[in-house]
Nanobody
Framework: QVQLVESGGGLVQAGGSPRLSCAAS????????MGWYRQGPGKQRELVAL???????NYADSVKGRFTISRDNAKNTVYLQMNSLKPEDTAVYYC???????????????WGQGTQLTVSS
């Protein structure tokens, strides 16, 4: 069971540029896809960004051009660099990982506990 621990949330002013980190308890080279989801007040959890083991990335339209996801395999850590923050980015941000053993048959999803990010206007 992979443990994912987020850090870097808090209270930030609009326009700020914090960076979230997600540290994994084991090598992320064994995790095919890692990423970030978020859940704002009264909203459903939504995808923010994903990064594959090969470095391919995918972003929600709402964060394209503002957020950048990256992974440091040596540190077993995934980052989310956020720029030009808006109040609507306020949410609990969750780290996510998917390990694929047998595609479509044996796959494991891992979630962190989440870190609160509040953007003040």
């Amino acid at each position: 069971q992979v443990q994912l621990v987020e850090s870097g949330g808090g209270l930030v002013q609009a326009g700020g540029s914090p960076r979230l980190s997600c540290a994994a308890s084991e090598s992320i080279l064994s995790i095919n896809t890692m990423g970030w989801y978020r859940q704002g007040p009264g909203k459903q959890r939504e995808l923010v960004a994903l990064i594959t083991i090969r470095g391919s990335t995918n972003y929600a339209d709402s964060v394209k051009g503002r957020f950048t996801i990256s992974r440091d395999n040596a540190k077993n850590t995934v980052y989310l660099q956020m720029n030009s923050l808006k109040p609507e980015d306020t949410a609990v941000y969750y780290c996510y990982g998917k390990r694929v053993v047998v595609p479509g048959t044996i796959e494991y999803d891992y979630w962190g506990q989440g870190t609160q990010l509040t953007v003040s206007s």
